[in-house]
Each structure stands twice: as C-alpha cells, then as structure tokens.
C-alpha cells in the first residue's frame, strides 16, 4: 500500500510527479514499492561484499530507534547545471505511512543516520560539475554527502551509487507520464507515441530520522483513540484492554527515542 495513512482511507495516497499509477491496484503500487527496496539494498547485495546487511543495520539502528523510513524519487531528474546542489536530496516521496513532517518540526528530532542510494547515474558525472563552494571534497562520495547534508538538517549520510538503473520493461507496469523518455530521462517533451520506459534512474533515502518519527508518533496516536470494545475482531482474537493499553505505551514510548533529549 502506498496510503499516506496508517489507517488507509479512499483517495488518501502518495502522488508521484512524474507517475500515474492507480492506487488500488497492488500490480501498481507494489511495483513502486519494490523498486524502491530493490534499490536500498542494493548497497549490500554487491559481488565484492564489502558492505553486509549487518553493516547497514548497525549503522542506521542509533540507540533505540528500531523503525526507519524509506522514500523515493522515481524517476530522477539530474538535468540542469549543478542539480545535486539544488533540492535533489530533500524533494523524495516518502513511502511510510503519515511520515511527512513539516520543516519547523524537523529541529525537534535528534541527528540521525541517513543512507542515500543513486542508481543509474553517473556520480562523477555530478562530481565534475561541482560549484566552487564544494571545491574542497575529494571525491564523488565526498560530495554527495555533502550536499545530502546540506539539504536534509540533522543526517548523518552515507552515500551510494549504482551505475546499472532501474528496468522497466514488461511486466513492470507502464506507469511513467509522457515527459519521461524511454531512458527514464526528463528532455521536456513526450516520448513517442506507442513507446514506454524501459529503464530509469531513481533515488532511495533509508533513515531513522524524522520521517521515521513522525510516522511512529502519529501510529501511537491512532491507536491511542481506538476504542477495543468497538472492534470485536479485535476482541475475539484474545486481545484484552491492558494488553492495548500497554502496546500503545510501548509504540508511544518507541516515537520519544526520536526525539532530542532536553539538557
């Protein structure tokens, strides 16, 4: 499901610039789902191996937070001079339900690591390109990261970037709208007639930090107004009100470790 929400109402779904998906559809919205997946793992499914799942775990898991959120931007657009300098790193849908958090907010929740997977483009292409102000980073990697931090306040970012991009041939569903070329670029101008997209760039965000927060928080929240006695499916399956009760602390208590700690 891509529902904004925990508790998924008609109509209330992500929006995708760039893709007309039908939200019902499971054929749609899992595709999306597993692009996204099949691109934040990636980092960890290499053949050198150097990067375990272990390691991106450990790394994302800081203290008690358990729960990370994942986004996406499918397709991305790098087109323009200096594009990873702009907004590319802070613009991604989130995929989590209710993790949208305003900017205000943002300040409210500790630093966090963040994992920012590219793939199908070329990172020194980007790196070449660099404006003055990155002139001091050494490497693609170098800046990458610096330009994720610059634009999302609070990470703590690892970059990374895999050359091969997303296919989208049969039986991927034909989701892109008509500015998308055939190689998943933006040029301004509808693909040909009767084409589809059979490959594309994309970006993944994988973090702990306030998306993640926020989605915790609002689900102790929702929870928190249930009324068991109104739910006898609930009831039936054994569940008791002080069993409830003591879940909806415990996911309460969850959504505080995102939070800064007051002095």
Wanted: charged share 25%.
């Amino acid at each position: 499901s891509l529902s904004t929400g925990w508790f998924p109402l008609q109509g209330k779904s992500r929006k995708f610039t760039h893709l007309s998906y039908n939200p019902t559809l499971h054929y749609h919205s899992s595709a999306i789902l597993a692009s996204a997946l099949d691109t934040v793992t990636q980092i960890y499914r290499q053949k050198d191996k150097r990067i375990r799942f272990s390691d991106v775990i450990s790394g994302l898991v800081d203290g008690q937070r358990h729960l990370a959120a994942i986004s996406t931007t499918l397709p991305l657009d790098v087109s323009g001079d200096k594009r990873a300098e702009t907004d590319m790193f802070s613009k991604l849908t989130p995929l989590l339900p209710a993790s949208t958090y305003s900017a205000d907010s943002a300040c409210l929740y500790r630093s966090y690591p963040m994992l920012m997977t590219m793939r199908g483009i070329h990172k020194a292409s980007l790196f070449k390109r660099r404006s003055e102000m990155y002139s001091g980073c050494s490497t693609p990697e170098e800046y990458l990261e610096a330009c994720i931090r610059q634009q999302n306040s609070g990470s703590n970012p690892r970059a990374a970037a895999v050359l091969k991009p997303l296919l989208t041939k049969k039986p991927f569903p034909d989701l892109f709208g008509p500015v998308v070329s055939v190689d998943g670029n933006l040029l301004g101008v509808d693909r040909p007639r009767g084409s589809r997209v059979e490959m594309a760039p994309l970006l993944t965000s994988w973090s702990t930090g306030p998306a993640a927060g926020a989605s915790v928080r609002d689900l102790a929240e929702k929870a928190g107004k249930l009324k068991l006695s109104k739910l006898p499916r609930l009831v039936d399956t054994g569940t008791e009100e002080d069993d409830w009760t003591e879940t909806v602390e415990k996911i309460s208590n969850m959504a505080d470790n995102y939070l800064e700690e007051d002095d």
